[in-house]
């Protein structure tokens, strides 16, 4: 008994340390996030690219999507899952939108400055390289903090991409090569919302599965997605 109760302390301290970092990483990637926003909406719309507009309403999104983050950590399995939920809501309707912005682009749109396009392109993969750095650790947690992972990961591909946009929109000197990256990059969103939402799911059955308030107590001290630590006997 004895050592059950020097070993539970022990992995209290762990994760009360592990969930210390996090929450200075969250703050960090937010920060660079919401800056890279500005940056890159005024950037789009003096360019007229869609991908970098897309990319700084990803920006947007991600800097909302840390805060939420903040908020729910501490809180109960059912509560991050709930986060997780809502978070991959706003990927799927981002990538939605971006589709649609493209497509009326394709319509009725003219040639973006593809020198904007790589600066600003570059520039926004060396924050989200530093974001993906910082949050490559806990990419195995439960869906709250995989989903932040997932967008971090997913937004370094997608500067990657607007870097080749502009590439292509140099050498050919049409606007398809922007509006292709727009694309990709909203079925990005999209595959990564429905992966965040079925991983959230199913922590919402295993929440609901639990009986009294143990689980939800035991929360507070795990950020791994496993909350159903029995208690020690008497």
């Known amino acids: 008994m004895f050592g059950w109760g020097m070993g539970h302390s ?28 500005l940056i890159e909406v005024f950037s789009g719309m003096a360019a007229g690219s869609v991908s970098l507009m897309a990319d700084a309403i990803d920006f947007l999104a991600d800097a909302f999507n ?3 983050s903040l908020y729910v950590m501490h809180r109960s399995l059912r509560m991050r899952a709930m986060a997780a939920l809502f978070k991959a809501g706003c990927m799927l309707v981002l990538g939605i939108g971006i589709l649609a ?3 009326y682009r394709a319509w ?33 947690g439960d869906s709250n903090r995989q989903s932040v992972w997932i967008c971090s990961r997913n937004d370094t591909i997608g500067n990657l991409l607007v870097i080749a946009a502009a590439g292509g929109v140099f050498a050919t000197l049409t606007r398809w090569p922007d509006l292709a ?5 909203a079925l990005l969103a999209i595959s990564g919302a429905w992966r ?6 199913g922590e919402l059955r295993e929440a609901n599965g639990h009986n009294g308030d143990d689980g939800d107590d035991c929360a507070h001290y795990t950020s791994d997605g496993d909350d159903n630590h029995d208690h020690a006997p008497n």
């Open 10 to 37: 022990c992995h209290i301290h762990s994760v009360a340390a592990d969930d210390h970092v996090f929450r200075r990483v969250l703050w960090v990637a937010l920060l660079l996030n919401a800056s890279m926003f």
């Open 66 to 68: 840390y805060g939420i």
């Open 101 to 103: 912005l493209a497509l």
């Open 108 to 140: 009725d749109g003219g040639v973006p400055d593809h020198t904007t396009m790589g600066m600003v392109g570059a520039l926004a993969f060396v924050a989200n390289l530093i974001c993906s750095v910082l949050l490559y650790r806990f990419r195995g």
């Open 181 to 185: 990256i727009a694309s990709i990059m």
């Open 196 to 201: 965040i939402i079925a991983q959230a799911q």
